[in-house]
């Protein structure tokens, strides 16, 4: 369906990427020639394992790095390790975030602290290490994930959507600022999509939802990956600042 190998010989980092929506990018951007960079920080084995199955399914370059995308410290080493070993990057996708559902009430500082760490702070710190070396090149391409619940908004979802808002506001200032250094910076904000995250809503929200979709379906990662692939290559050469 995609152009055959729209990322040949560009180097590609997707935080959050041995599940859902990340691994689902992961695996189409091996396939269209990118030397693909997963990452993840909950388990070193399942990381090692998903680069070894990547791997074997397209025969492309593939590597882990396990870092915290809330981590100053850990972010800026894995971004030596990038540069040590590639000396470029020319894709970032900015995927790794959590979700705490709380009524507002409910809601305790700890909560805010860590969604907002993992998914504007996340996104913030990888976006600066990521133009650096982007920059080095005249030219790359940040694309972030936001949520329709960053849009819309969802009863119970106050602290979610605020940092979901959030990543569209930083994706429109970083456009700007990086466009004259050629680097392009758009985000996308999915739907009700097919993932862990939504298969762990109770029934009857989750049957609510789905009956609210005109095309009478869930969304995959697989869809969503797509929009990401287009954003990420040349592609969309003339499109920045976009959700």
């Known amino acids: 369906m995609e152009s055959p190998l729209t990322l040949q010989g560009k180097v590609a980092l997707i935080t959050g990427s041995t599940r859902g929506i990340g691994w689902a990018c992961a695996r189409l951007m091996a396939r269209q020639g990118a030397v ?34 809330a981590s100053p410290s850990a972010v800026r080493d894995a971004y030596a ?34 969604v907002f760490e993992v998914n504007v702070t996340g996104a913030i710190l990888n976006m600066q290490y990521a133009s650096r070396l982007m920059a080095r090149n005249r030219g790359g391409s940040i694309v972030n994930l936001s949520s329709i619940i960053g849009r819309e908004g969802n009863a119970g979802q106050v602290v979610y959507g605020g940092s979901k808002a959030a990543v569209v506001g930083l994706t429109l200032s970083a456009a700007k600022e990086l466009a004259p250094q050629g680097i392009r910076v758009n985000a996308v904000a999915p739907g009700f999509i097919d993932t862990d995250m939504t298969r762990r809503l109770p029934k009857e929200k989750y049957e609510q939802r ?34």
Request: charged share 25%; no cysteine.
């Open 36 to 69: 693909v960079l997963l990452n993840g920080v909950s388990s070193r084995e399942l990381l090692d394992g998903r680069v070894a199955e990547l791997k074997a399914e397209t025969g492309a370059e593939v590597d882990g790095l396990a870092f915290d995308v």
């Open 210 to 243: 789905l009956n609210g979709i005109k095309m009478g379906r869930i969304g995959t990662p697989e869809d969503v990956a797509r929009a990401i692939l287009f954003f990420a290559s040349d592609l969309s050469a003339y499109v920045t600042g976009q959700v």
């Open 81 to 114: 390790a990038i540069f040590k070993k590639y000396k470029r990057l020319d894709v970032l996708v900015n995927n790794a975030g959590i979700l705490e559902d709380n009524l507002l009430g409910m809601i305790t500082p700890e909560n805010i602290s860590r």
